[in-house]
Each structure stands twice: as C-alpha cells, then as structure tokens.
C-alpha cells in the first residue's frame, strides 16, 4: 500500500510539473517565442527565456536544490511552480485512495488535474482558455467511455451527459441574469464540471435526482468559498492598499470596497467540484 501511494505520489509531482509549464505559458507567467510554445514540451526561465535541461525540471527537487532561483539568471522563481506540483501530486493521492487500482480511477485523475491547471491560470490571468477547457472536456469523455466499456457498464457516461447539460443551463441562466456577475468562461467551465458530477452520480447508481443534488451542492459550496475568496481577497487589498490577484484586464481605477473589484470564481467552482466528486458519499440525498 505504501508503495502504491509513494508512486501515485510521483506520478502526481511528474503530472504536475507538466501543468506548470502549462499554467506558465498559457497565464502568461513564462515568455513565448515564436510558434507560440504553449504546448511544447519545452522549458524555458520566464525572465531570461534560457531553456532548462532536464536535471532542471525535476518537480519541486530543483526549484529546492536551485533555492527558488534560475541558474542563469539568478531570477526568482514563482512559488507558484512547486506549489502546484505539490497540490497536483496530494490530490492524485486523495484519487487513488478513493477508488484504488481500478478503472474508475482515470476520469478523477484527469478532473483534479485539469481543474488544478485551470484555477491558477484564472487566478492569474481571470480566463479560462478554451483550449484547455475543451480538451479536459474532451479526454475526460474518452475516459469515462473507456472505463465504461472495460466494466461493461456504459450508463455512468449517459448520467454523466446529463450533468454536463444540467450544470451548462443553470450555468446560463445566472450568466445571462448576471453577465457580470458570472463570466461565460465559468459557463463553459460547467460542461466539465457537470460531465464529473454526473458520471460520479451514474457511479454510485443514482438516477437523474442524484445528478441534480449533484449540482445543486456543487453550486452551494461554490457561491459560499466563492463569497469567502472574494471577501479575503478584499480584506487583502485594502490592508496591502494594492490589488491583489487583480483582473490584468481591467480599468486601472477600481472601486473601492471589499466586493466592489472583480476576482475568479473558477478556483472555487473546481473545489466544489473535486470535494463533490471525491466524497459523493458524504453529501444529503447520495
């Protein structure tokens, strides 16, 4: 067991080093040359673009042995790197402990890593690019059709399919009641987030009631880490008398107020999503 859990752990760090030269790249943290390298396998500094060998791009080890510094260039390094290779690398621990060696275990894998690259490429950046979206989206459905068809049972992707467009519409509804409020990045992010909340629903042989508890708790939890991040947030600015976390594309002149500047909601949807998921059992009604 111990063994299992030190190599889901590595697997974790492996996978995570990749989702920060993703988030990098795609959060605008680490520079692009030209042909727009935001998928490329390869690793630059993001102050003086030196591209790293591989003894450099060990998850977490080198950012330590390299002190939080580039070797080239003496720059800092965002904390941000190991941060989330450590995040990526618990939350793959939290899966496999979940659901073990089975096939059950792939479409959480790739949920938890996905949401996690795709909350701090919003908090960074306050977008939720469709490229990664879409292609979590689409290999998260590959997965759970591949898991349904080696346990012969197809009907958790059918609940899951159900979920995508239940979470989608309410999703849309607020949107379009509240653009402001809610920006369609977190619409489309719902397709995601509703695909997983069904499948777990179809997992544990719920039938569409369960899928709509789903939602419904997933939204709950959301609105509520979503009004404490943006209240911290808040909080943070006015004591540092800077915006932190601010939105690069807004006005340079934000109101004042500990609700009044805009922040990703995002982050919060992925927590809710991920707790559902993971702990279905846990939730009324499941």
Request: proline share 5%; with cysteine.
């Amino acid at each position: 067991m111990i063994g299992a859990v030190t190599l889901t752990a590595c697997g974790g760090l492996i996978v995570g080093g990749v989702v920060t030269m993703l988030v990098g790249r795609t959060a605008g943290l680490v520079g692009r040359t030209a042909g727009d390298e935001a998928l490329s396998v390869r690793f630059r500094c993001g102050s003086c673009k030196a591209r790293l060998v591989l003894c450099e791009t060990i998850p977490l080890l080198s950012w330590v042995v390299l002190r939080g510094r580039c070797r080239y260039c003496a720059n800092r390094i965002s904390v941000m790197y190991p941060a989330v290779e450590s995040a990526t690398s618990v939350l793959w621990v939290v899966v496999f402990l979940r659901f073990g060696w089975s096939w059950p275990l792939l479409p959480p894998l790739l949920l938890v890593t996905a949401l996690t690259a795709l909350s701090v490429v919003d908090l960074y950046s306050y977008r939720l690019p469709d490229r990664l979206v879409f292609s979590a989206l689409g290999l998260s459905l590959a997965a759970m059709l591949t898991t349904g068809l080696a346990a012969g049972d197809l009907s958790p992707v059918g609940f899951g399919v159900l979920g995508m467009f239940a979470y989608f519409g309410l999703m849309l509804v607020v949107h379009l009641i509240s653009p402001r409020g809610l920006g369609f990045g977190d619409v489309k992010l719902s397709l995601l987030l509703g695909l997983n909340l069904g499948w777990a629903a179809g997992i544990m042989q719920g039938g569409l009631l369960l899928v709509l508890r789903l939602v419904f708790w997933t939204q709950f939890m959301a609105s509520i880490l979503g009004l404490i991040g943006g209240l911290s947030l808040g909080v943070a600015r006015k004591k540092l008398k800077r915006s932190v976390l601010a939105d690069p594309q807004a006005d340079a002149e934000q109101p004042a107020g500990l609700l009044a500047q805009s922040f990703p909601f995002g982050p919060a949807l992925a927590c809710a999503t991920m707790a559902v998921v993971l702990f279905v059992e846990s939730f009324p009604g499941a």
